[in-house]
């Protein structure tokens, strides 16, 4: 039941079979009164005994819904909100650098409907009473995906049957690719969606300490000089070594090269130090956008937690280096390879990176890519890649696409990591014709 701070808990109302209230009680008037949006956020409880809750948003899609597909947008970190994507990448509202929200046009929520999830426990707003509830590993954090899945179609079981897609940005790509995985070997009564493809953006994949290596592109690019470039190199070099002997220092001192660090006695970054960029995710943008500020700012007011929600005293993120700490251990640093494949072998799969990513540099990602074995390899590696022009006025240049069977790889032009966010128009036209839309909706 729902407790007087604030803090919706749906799973019991589910249990002793009030649907109706769970739906009624859950309905987000903030998004209502911004953008005419029906939208549901709360807690489902994946875990009674160690008290870990999933927090999300559901947001129907402005056409059809009751017919329209049901996409899971899963955000990076690890440990970031997927409110960040509602607000920042592709949502109905947004939130602009002076901190006023707008109705964001186009929105593949006007033909899709969208799960905004806060996984794995810890993330976002999702929360755990007990520090076993934290997961270790990529499998784990599947099956608190899947117990979710469960209960968000219990609660609206007009979605069993649906036609059902899986996005994410980052390490929320990593979690698209495991929890796919999960369904594609569950039987499907348990979890009663059509999979219908994946779409994995600038991936937390491959060897990650390869694919994160950005000494070449920063010294191409001019962010570092031959000296620069020397240390930035004999650290990967140094990493690599350590993650065989011991993970966690290994992800410590992986923090210390390209994290940024945060608070008021942190200490800079190799990657800041060498650079002179404060933020280490776009050879375009230097700190992190007053967008992103302005979005945190809101999300810890008062008027935003009981609008989603929240108890009041929850913090949005706060909890990221515990679930980063946790996932170290075992799987952050994994690679998944195996997984990647066997999707690429039987379900439709949507590869972007960003052409100005200093943290996955595009090129890193496209040899990994061209590195994996499946049914369609040899055709990728040697298929010529075509520019791509986007089809709403104005029409210009958006990047370099490669399409091979049911695989296709996506460069976006002028991104970074947060590629959503710094091409909104060009990654929605990128995902819109990947659910299958001919036109792009162009307002």
């Not at 993120?317 to 700490?325: G, L, M």
Request: glycine residues 8%; contains cysteine.
């Amino acid at each position: 039941s729902s407790s007087p701070e604030g803090a919706l808990f749906l799973t019991s109302y589910l249990e002793n079979g009030k649907i109706a209230a769970a739906r009624d009680l859950s309905e987000v008037r903030l998004l209502k009164e911004q953008a005419d949006v029906t939208a549901h956020s709360g807690y489902f409880t994946i875990d009674k005994s160690l008290g870990s809750h999933l927090f999300f948003l559901f947001v129907r899609a402005q056409e059809d819904s009751h017919t329209a597909p049901l996409l899971l947008w899963l955000q990076g970190g690890p440990g970031k909100s997927s409110l960040f994507g509602q607000f920042l990448d592709n949502g109905p509202v947004g939130i602009d650098a002076t901190g006023r929200l707008y109705r964001r046009l186009p929105t593949i929520q006007k033909t899709m409907n969208i799960i905004y999830l806060d996984e794995p426990v810890g993330a976002g707003f999702s929360y755990t009473q007990d520090p076993r509830g934290y997961v270790k590993t990529l499998g784990q954090m599947s099956e608190a995906m899947e117990k979710f899945l469960q209960q968000f179609l219990s609660m609206f079981p007009e979605f069993r049957n649906r036609d059902f897609y899986i996005a994410g940005e980052s390490y929320g790509g990593l979690a698209t690719v495991g929890i796919s995985h999960l369904l594609q070997t569950t039987n499907p009564d348990e979890i009663p969606l059509k999979l219908r493809g994946v779409i994995c953006g600038v991936g937390f994949l491959g060897p990650i300490l390869d694919t994160m290596d950005s000494t070449q592109f920063l010294f191409y690019s001019g962010m570092l000089d031959e000296r620069g470039a020397q240390l930035f190199s004999e650290r990967f070099k140094l990493l690599r070594n350590l993650v065989r002997a011991n993970a966690t220092a290994a992800l410590g001192l992986l923090t210390k090269t390209i994290g940024a660090e945060r608070g008021p006695r942190s200490r800079h970054t190799l990657f800041q130090n060498l650079t002179g960029y404060n933020s280490h995710s776009s050879a375009i943008v230097e700190d992190t956008p007053d967008e992103f500020k302005q979005f945190y700012k809101f999300a810890a007011t008062p008027e935003f937690k009981r609008g989603f929600h929240v108890d009041e005293d929850r913090v949005l993120d706060a909890q990221r280096e515990i679930v980063t700490f946790n996932l170290a251990q075992q799987d952050m640093l994994a690679d998944i390879s195996d997984r990647l494949q066997d999707l690429l072998n039987d379900q439709r799969v949507l590869l972007y990176t960003g052409q100005m990513d200093t943290l996955f540099p595009a090129a890193n990602l496209e040899k990994y890519f061209k590195s994996l074995r499946w049914d369609g390899a040899h055709e990728f590696r040697n298929a010529t890649r075509a520019p791509w022009y986007t089809l709403c006025k104005p029409r210009r240049f958006a990047g370099y696409v490669t399409s091979v069977r049911n695989m296709q790889y996506v460069q976006v032009a002028r991104a970074g990591h947060h590629a959503a966010f710094d091409q909104p128009a060009a990654v929605y036209e990128l995902m819109d014709r990947f659910f299958g839309h001919r036109r792009p909706s162009c307002s």
